[in-house]
Nanobody, 125 residues
Framework: QVQVVESGGGLVQAGGSLRLSCAAS????????MGWFRQAPGEDREFVAA???????CYADFVNGRFTVSRENGKKTVYLQMNSLEPEDTAVYYC???????????????????WGQGTQVTVSS
């Protein structure tokens, strides 16, 4: 079984920054494919960013250079640094992981079998 835990959400003013963390545990692999998604009230869960086991990153178009996904070297922890936050970024942010290698950057909810509980990010105007 794989456990995924997010942290770092909170309330921030528009233009501010937050850093989310995601830690995966429970298996022997040293790295994982990990993705960040978000879900606003009444909306579908949408892709934000992902990093492959090899370190390749990809982002949703709306990120527009404001967010950076990174991995702590050799660890099962990834980060989502979010800058220039906008009220439209308000959502519950979820981290997810997929253990297989060689899949490329995964952007679909259905591609991730393991999910965290989510962390709330609220951006005030």
């Amino acid at each position: 079984q794989v456990q995924v835990v997010e942290s770092g959400g909170g309330l921030v003013q528009a233009g501010g920054s937050l850093r989310l963390s995601c830690a995966a545990s429970g298996r022997t692999y040293s790295t994982y494919n990990m993705g960040w998604f978000r879900q606003a009230p009444g909306e579908d869960r949408e892709f934000v960013a992902a990093i492959t086991w090899g370190g390749t990153t990809c982002y949703a178009d709306f990120v527009n250079g404001r967010f950076t996904v990174s991995r702590e070297n050799g660890k099962k922890t990834v980060y989502l640094q979010m800058n220039s936050l906008e009220p439209e970024d308000t959502a519950v942010y979820y981290c997810a992981t997929e253990l297989r290698r060689g899949l490329g950057c995964l952007r679909q909810v259905s591609e991730y079998p393991y999910w965290g509980q989510g962390t709330q990010v609220t951006v005030s105007s």
